[in-house]
């Protein structure tokens, strides 16, 4: 976390951060009802039904990074993985939604199993 | 270009419908086929046996396709530092904040200046000079 000299030298848009959060854990949420069904319809168990969560919420999240940070960031000069120009820490933006997307995921996942497997 | 997001996710819903189903009839066909077998024989089947390898490819390539529909769908993301962020919006102005369908969003702000900029004291009057003249041969 920025110190609190460091933003008063360059301060941080409250806003953007907001439409930032707001997008990653809406794609985020989004995606786990749609990883639940596939793990109903796959017919998965316990550990490797979290695991197929686990693997495929990664999996989104570097799929919205090479879309949608990328392009620009890199264009901006930030390194490869450095999400700061959009986000501000990458604890945040790698695993930030990823427990918040798992209500979702369960719930589809258990109502897909129930529906398939008759 | 929220038409090839809405494009991509709907053939994506469409394949994990289609492998949804799938699924469903393999399964009603295994319990079928289980049930008249055990009224002939002893031996039950195991409940869940391994479903066909095309379904799954299915259900796991019209995941894929979903998420990259969805994730082509989402607005652009906005600058958190605020230097770089006054910065896009001095160049670009409205054109930087254009959500998927052409328009300005709807929580824009804009320059947060502006109400300090149009003091009369404060006025960058050779801009606005150089904006009429512009504006002049323009027309």
Request: with cysteine.
């Amino acid at each position: 976390m920025p110190t609190e000299r460091e933003l008063q030298i360059s301060p941080i848009v409250p806003e953007s951060v907001m439409h930032n959060t707001k997008t990653l854990s809406n794609l985020q949420t989004l995606t786990a009802s749609i990883f639940g069904a596939a793990a109903g319809i796959l017919g998965l168990e316990s550990y490797s039904g979290f695991l197929f969560y686990f693997i495929f919420g990664v999996l989104a999240t570097v799929l919205f990074y090479t879309i949608r940070v990328a392009p620009t960031s890199l264009k901006a000069g930030h390194g490869l993985f450095d999400t700061s120009r959009y986000f501000r820490t990458q604890y945040e933006f790698w695993t930030g939604g990823l427990f918040n997307g798992l209500a979702g995921y369960i719930l589809t996942w258990t109502l897909f199993y129930g529906l398939v497997r008759a | 270009m929220t038409w090839i997001s809405n494009l991509t996710t709907a053939f994506g819903l469409l394949l994990l419908a289609d492998s949804c189903y799938s699924a469903y009839e393999h399964s009603a066909l295994q319990t079928h086929r289980a049930a008249s077998l055990s009224s002939l024989a002893a031996s039950h089947n195991a409940p869940t046996s391994t479903l066909p390898i095309d379904i799954t490819i299915e259900t796991i390539f019209a995941t894929l396709t979903i998420c990259l529909g969805i994730v082509l769908g989402t607005s652009n993301l906005r600058p958190i530092q605020w230097r770089v962020w006054a910065g896009k919006i001095e160049r670009e102005g409205e054109a930087g904040f254009l959500n998927s369908s052409g328009e300005v969003e709807k929580d824009y702000i804009g320059n947060p200046f502006r109400l300090l900029e149009s003091r009369p004291g404060f006025v960058d009057i050779r801009k606005q000079r150089k904006e009429f003249a512009e504006w002049v041969k323009n027309k």
